[in-house]
């Protein structure tokens, strides 16, 4: 068994992290309120001048984690989770590297402080959710979770009905499952058809865009099941559509 990483490899790989997280347009001031909504208190924020690698995001975040250790060495690792938990939830443009060494990092820091895992559900969903969203479902990253599952079932939705890579969105939902010429058929009956495809419509306009065009969308745990269980349901619906020349 590995050895647990040591607490001033998670410090500092913290501190060096997070800075490349941040939504770019977040200012200092916005890198203070995180800190101080998560617990921190603005008198601890350490003085002192930038190194000379450092620009100014990863100083802040730096002279934030050594004064949190200065003066309430217990509450580092709890905020600096909190922090990574916040901006992988938070900041939908994230490298993918980048988003997975932090989802790493988490673990190590959850490890470290004996914080166990968000439980999985009772039922398993669709295992093609499971392969793009477990690693942000683990660290709480609940809206990341859910966005990746809406983009996997698009994506699907484009490969079964083999449409251009460019049709997207509405549009993609409104050619695949109209109910006068569809794509890929779920019923003979044209008010059931056009009621699916009006299901995939809202999964792409209420479920999918929102998280991937703003950061301010935010959702818990108990959020992201239910949206989870009806993009497994979704994906049941894909499976069982036809082409109509090969029903």
């Known amino acids: 068994m590995s050895e647990q990483p040591s607490a ?11 800075p490349s997280l941040l939504p770019q347009k977040l200012t200092l001031a916005g890198i203070d309120d995180l800190f101080v909504q998560l617990g ?15 620009g ?4 802040r975040v730096r002279q934030w984690m050594e004064g949190i250790n200065k003066f309430r060495p217990d509450l580092t690792f709890p905020i600096a989770h909190g922090v990574l938990r916040v901006l992988l939830d938070s900041n ?4 993918a590297r980048d988003r997975q060494i932090a989802i790493n990092l988490a673990r190590k820091i959850e490890a470290h402080l004996g914080i166990a895992p ?15 969203a477990k690693d942000a479902y683990a660290v709480g990253s609940y809206t990341e979770a859910v966005r990746r599952a809406y983009v996997e079932l698009i994506n699907e939705v484009k490969k079964k009905a083999e449409t251009s890579p460019e049709l997207d969105g509405v549009a993609l ?7 006068d010429n569809p794509i890929l058929r779920i019923s003979d009956d044209p008010a059931q058809q056009e009621g699916c495809m009006n299901l995939f419509k809202g999964a792409v306009s209420m479920i999918r865009n929102p998280p991937s065009h703003s950061n301010q969308v935010k959702m818990d745990k108990d959020e992201a ?23």
């Open 92 to 95: 939908p443009v994230i490298p």
């Open 225 to 247: 099941d239910e949206l989870l269980w009806f993009a497994t349901y979704l994906f049941r619906i894909l499976d069982d559509s036809t082409k109509p020349d090969s029903a």
């Open 40 to 54: 921190a208190e603005k008198a601890w924020l350490e003085k002192g001048y930038p190194r000379l690698w450092e």
């Open 118 to 132: 968000p439980a999985p559900p009772a039922h398993q969903f669709d295992q093609r959710i499971v392969n793009v």
């Open 173 to 179: 939902m409104n050619k695949v499952f109209s109910k």
């Open 8 to 18: 001033t490899y998670l410090f500092a790989n913290a501190y060096m992290l997070i």
């Open 56 to 59: 100014g995001k990863q100083h």
